[in-house]
């Protein structure tokens, strides 16, 4: 599985910015795909989580009514879309998949390279 991250960016706070995760090769074996975030110097930390079938969405509550995943079947894309943004949520978003629907990183398979979005005015 090969997965292309884009869409990061410099947006002002309270801005919006969409990242794309294009997924290819075996996705028949992915359950899940997530996307995470990772700051210098500290973990990478959970942002959202989508079932493939579609019936389960997860969110930190970090992120919780200002960020949504979403899929596109017939691009083998998912989506964050992130509104209201903060200067805290500046990180290299990273998406990820998995069999396992789980927040944890460890549990994720396969990993893009990376956007960096950065929150700024």
């Known amino acids: 599985v090969q997965l292309q991250a884009s869409g990061g960016g410099l947006v002002q706070p309270g801005g919006s910015l969409r990242l794309s995760c294009a997924a290819s090769?075996?996705?028949?074996?992915?359950?899940?795909m997530g996307w995470f975030r990772q700051t210098p110097g500290k973990e990478r930390e959970f942002v959202a989580l989508?079932?493939?079938?579609?019936?389960?969405?997860s969110y930190a509550d970090s992120v919780k009514s200002r960020f949504t995943i979403s899929r596109d079947n017939a691009k083998n894309t998912v989506y964050l879309q992130m509104n209201s943004l903060k200067p805290e949520d500046t990180a290299v978003y990273y998406c990820?998949?998995?069999?396992?629907?789980?927040?944890?990183?460890?549990?994720?398979?396969?990993w893009g390279q990376g956007t960096l979005v950065t929150v700024s005015s």
């Open positions: 989508r079932s493939w079938s579609g019936r389960l969405s």
């Open positions: 090769g075996s996705i028949s074996s992915i359950n899940v």
């Open positions: 990820a998949a998995g069999t396992l629907v789980r927040a944890l990183s460890a549990d994720y398979d396969y």
